[in-house]
Antibody, heavy 121, light 111 residues
Framework: QVQLQESGPGLVKPSETLSLTCTVS?????????WGWIRQPPGKGLEWIGS???????YYIPSLKSRVTISGVTSKNQFSLKLSSVTAADTAVYYC??????????????WGQGTLVTVSS | QAVLTQPPSVSGAPGQRVTISCAGS?????????IHWYLQLPGTAPKLLIY???NRPSGVPDRFSGSKSGTSASLAITGLQAEDEADYYC???????????FGGGTKLTVL
C-alpha cells in the first residue's frame, strides 16, 4: 500500500523559506508516476503547486514558479518542497500526493495527511 | 476566482439524487482534458472519487458517477447518505495557465 507523509516546520517567518519533505513508502518515486505538492489555505480550496516526474522533470504553477523548487532524494524515497520569500498568503495545509499522468490527464490517487504551515513572525 | 466553477453548496435528503456541476472553458474541459473529482471530509485529505471523467477507483460505490460534455462536467450522487456530507472538488488541466487546476469546491449537506 502506497503511503505518503509530510514533515517540516509548522511555523515559518515572513520572507523566509518554507521547507517540507514527503516520505513515500510502498512505491519507489523513481519507478513511475509524478510526485507533487498541493496546498489549501484555511477555509479555502485546493491549489496545485508543482510536480516532480519519476525521471526528475519538474513542473510548477506559473504564479509560484519563481519561488518554488521541488526535488527528490531518491536514496530516502523522499521528495521536497521549498517555497522562498513566504508571506501570510502562503499559510495553508500542504499536501503531498502521487499523480497518475498521461497525455491529457493527471489525477492524484494517493495523498499524505497534510501539514499546516503558518507564516507569522 | 477558481478557473473551474462549482456551486458553493448543494443539499439533498437521504435517498435522493444530487448533482454537482463543474463549469470550465475552451482552455480546460473544452480542450479535451479529463475531469477528476475528489471528496474531502472535514479535517482530512482529499480522496479520489472519479478519474478520467467517468471512472471510479476501487472501493468507490457506484452511487457516484461522473459525466462530461462540452466545457462542463457533473458529478452525480444517488441514494444520498449522511456519510456523503463533505466538500467535493473537480480538477482538470488548463492550457492557458499551463497548470493543473481545481474548482472552488462544493459543500454537500445531507438534510
Amino acid at each position: 500500500q502506497v503511503q505518503l507523509q509530510e514533515s517540516g516546520p509548522g511555523l515559518v517567518k515572513p520572507s523566509e523559506t518554507l521547507s517540507l519533505t514527503c516520505t513515500v513508502s510502498g512505491y519507489s518515486i523513481t519507478s513511475g508516476y509524478y510526485w507533487g505538492w498541493i496546498r489549501q489555505p484555511p477555509g479555502k480550496g485546493l491549489e496545485w503547486i508543482g510536480s516532480l516526474s519519476h525521471s526528475g522533470t519538474t513542473y510548477y504553477i506559473p504564479s509560484l514558479k519563481s519561488r518554488v523548487t521541488i526535488s527528490g532524494v531518491t536514496s530516502k524515497n523522499q521528495f521536497s518542497l521549498k517555497l522562498s520569500s513566504v508571506t501570510a498568503a502562503d499559510t495553508a495545509v500542504y499536501y503531498c500526493a502521487r499523480a497518475d499522468c498521461s497525455t491529457t490527464t493527471c489525477y492524484n490517487d494517493y495523498w499524505g495527511q497534510g501539514t499546516l504551515v503558518t507564516v507569522s513572525s | 476566482q477558481a478557473v473551474l466553477t462549482q456551486p458553493p453548496s448543494v443539499s439533498g435528503a437521504p435517498g435522493q439524487r444530487v448533482t454537482i456541476s463543474c463549469a470550465g472553458s475552451s482552455s480546460n474541459i473544452g480542450a479535451g482534458y479529463d475531469i477528476h473529482w475528489y471528496l474531502q471530509l472535514p479535517g482530512t485529505a482529499p480522496k479520489l472519487l472519479i478519474y478520467g471523467n467517468t471512472n471510479r477507483p476501487s472501493g468507490v460505490p457506484d452511487r457516484f458517477s461522473g459525466s462530461k460534455s462540452g466545457t462542463s462536467a457533473s458529478l452525480a450522487i444517488t441514494g444520498l447518505q449522511a456519510e456523503d456530507e463533505a466538500d467535493y472538488y473537480c480538477q482538470s488541466y488548463d492550457n492557458s495557465l499551463s497548470a493543473w487546476v481545481f474548482g472552488g469546491g462544493t459543500k454537500l449537506t445531507v438534510l
